[in-house]
């Protein structure tokens, strides 16, 4: 494995340390112990990353989009080529199974350079024939110069590449800012771009905390547009600095998401799946269904199952890859889910711890970040258990009456991110699908992703959409040309 215990800056194809001179330490979360340094980037690197990627772009914008596509797929092969690295490098950094950086995280980050190559080849743009005025319209759809990609810890490669790739697909160049928790990943995909025949200053990565490097792509005049994924604190912040100057933005943000579950369901596939939904990469996704919803006739049945097979969810060493429960990303992430593990204790909201409950101990890894997968029972939808992103392996279950009651539990939170819905009968998937606030919804299935798809929510949970045509267009100006004949 490539040494990435040191993470500097990658601008204009080189890597180089902060001009800053400041760095942070990398901690490893399974061991609670440094494992590294990472660059914590000031105004005087954002500035270089820009004035990289400026002089990249004549160049890269004009370039055929096939040979902008084949790049991108070059990009996917070095990812795929080095799976074992960069999962291992996933794992490290964020305390996440092994298994899962290596199947689902990591492949998805060669896929989304895959996706975008071939959809940037295929996207057209709209035609209007003025019938009657004797007058055609065209769009064009133009880059929009230097743009920046600010992404979080939860899925480090996986969403950084989710907004990398479709930005430098149409012909942007991109400022990159992977959270400073989880930077090696971002750190080896300079290397490949670099392989891959990038040209220097498409792609720079900048690393460093929110208040710093983050802020100072937030205020940057020249960089055009923003595309932001993580807390819905943060997201209202960069939508204050960066709204006022009349820049475009993105907001993905954070979720509160139902899982109901109506008796005439596939119960045996509902069960098996709401445990996957419930704490996969240890509750740490925007989509993770932390209320789960259960019709009253099969309440009590439900709970009793859903705790059996909780309690067989292995939890332990990262590293190991028949582990499905690792670390949390941090100790103040870990901090902030202790307490909501102690509300839970404390009966706020009526609430019954029925399983975990507790922070995990695992042999060789004792000052590691580890909590136990956590089921609570709690009696009303108003409390801070059921309002509040956690983000940790943390579910709330409660029962309700009907269809009805259903829709106003799920509708009741801030957030409006997706929802999942258990029902074999197809008159109420379709009612409560529409009725339900949410940007995605699964019907009996969770997380199945096809990239051409709009992705967002609405609430509190973000502005816009990403995925397919959304992206391709959020990184290009429209251009209507009205032609009389
Ligand atoms: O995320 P932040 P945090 C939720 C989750 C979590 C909470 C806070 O509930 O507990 O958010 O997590 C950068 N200007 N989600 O604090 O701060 C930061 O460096 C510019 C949901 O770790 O939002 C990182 O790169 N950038 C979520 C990115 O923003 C700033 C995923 C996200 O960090 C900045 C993560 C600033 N002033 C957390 N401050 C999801 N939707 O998937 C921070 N950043």
């Not at 369901?265 to 990469?281: G, H, I, P, R």
């Not at 099969?298 to 890859?321: A, C, M």
């Amino acid at each position: 494995m490539n040494d990435t215990s040191t993470v500097t800056n990658f601008i204009g194809g080189e890597y180089c340390e902060p001009r800053s001179g400041n760095w942070l330490d990398n901690i490893d979360p399974a061991r609670g112990v440094v494992a590294g340094r990472v660059a914590n980037s000031g105004r005087d690197d954002i500035e270089a990353a820009v004035t990289a990627a400026e002089s990249a772009f004549a160049r890269w914008s004009q370039l055929p989009m096939a040979r902008r596509a084949l790049v991108l797929n070059r990009i996917a092969d070095g990812i795929e080529s080095r799976l074992d690295e960069l999962a291992a490098a996933e794992c490290l950094d964020g305390g996440k199974p092994i298994t899962r950086a290596k199947t689902i995280e990591i492949p998805r980050a060669a896929s989304n350079f895959r996706y975008y190559a071939a959809a940037a080849t295929q996207f057209s743009s709209e035609f209007h024939d003025s019938i009657g005025h004797s007058a055609i319209n065209y769009t064009v759809r133009q880059p929009l110069g230097a743009v920046a990609c600010i992404s979080p810890w939860n899925l480090p490669l996986y969403l950084l590449t989710w907004k990398v790739a479709p930005a430098m697909a149409m012909g942007n160049c991109v400022i990159a800012k992977p959270s400073e928790l989880t930077p090696r990943t971002a750190y080896l995909l300079g290397e490949i771009c670099n392989e891959a025949g990038l040209p220097a200053g498409v792609l720079n990565i900048v690393h460093g905390e929110g208040a710093s490097a983050g802020q100072a792509i937030l205020e940057h005049q020249r960089i055009k547009a923003v595309s932001f994924t993580g807390g819905s604190e943060t997201g209202k912040h960069v939508a204050s600095v960066v709204a006022p100057q009349l820049r475009k933005f993105s907001l993905e943000l954070g979720g509160k998401n139902p899982n109901l579950i109506f008796a005439d369901c596939d119960y045996q596939k509902a069960l098996q799946t709401s445990v996957f939904t419930a704490f996969a990469n240890q509750g740490q996704i925007c989509l993770c269904g932390s209320r789960i919803l259960i019709e009253q006739s099969i309440y009590e049945t439900f709970k009793q199952d859903f705790i059996e097979r909780t309690k067989q969810l292995v939890l332990g060493d990262p590293g190991l890859e028949s582990t499905q429960i690792g670390a949390l990303v941090s100790k103040p992430h870990f901090e902030k889910v202790c307490e909501y593990l102690e509300l839970a204790r404390s009966g706020e909201g009526g609430a019954k711890v029925l399983c975990g409950g507790r922070p995990a101990t695992v042999d060789g890894f004792e000052q590691g970040y580890f909590v136990e997968p956590t089921i609570i029972e709690v009696a009303t939808n108003q409390c801070r258990l059921n309002q509040e992103e956690i983000f940790g392996p943390i579910v709330t279950l409660m029962p309700f009456t009907d269809e009805q009651h259903a829709i106003e539990l799920a509708n009741d939170v801030s957030f409006g991110l997706s929802a999942t819905v258990w029902s074999n009968q197809n008159d109420r998937v379709m009612r409560v699908s529409r009725a339900v606030d949410a940007g995605v919804v699964w019907v009996n299935t969770w997380l199945m992703r096809d990239l051409r798809t709009p992705f967002g929510g609405m609430k509190s949970s973000g502005v816009g959409r990403e995925g397919g045509v959304d992206s391709l267009r959020f990184f290009t100006e429209p251009k209507n040309v009205c032609i009389s004949y």
